[in-house]
């Protein structure tokens, strides 16, 4: 598992599947995410929208396994 550091509270899933270099454009992850090829915290993800937090995990298919981790709130 890989863990990829964001700078904000939460990033959004097609943004995050761009920083980690799982697709290179926008249209890319809205097809990964249409076609069923991404999880989040184990279970299917069909809103390329959903706000991801600190710890948690997303799975893409041919691509790997990530940890979101992000600023504690204070």
Known sequence: MNDIEIRTE?????????L???VSTGGQAKIYV???MVTVNGEREERRGRK????DVVAVDDCG??????????
Do not use: H, M, S, W
Request: net charge positive.
């Open 65 to 74: 396994t990530y940890r979101v981790i992000a600023p504690q709130r204070t």
């Open 10 to 18: 939460f990033i959004k899933l097609d943004t995050f599947l761009k």
């Open 20 to 22: 980690a270099d799982c």
């Open 52 to 55: 991801l937090y600190n710890g």
């Open 34 to 36: 249409a076609e069923g």
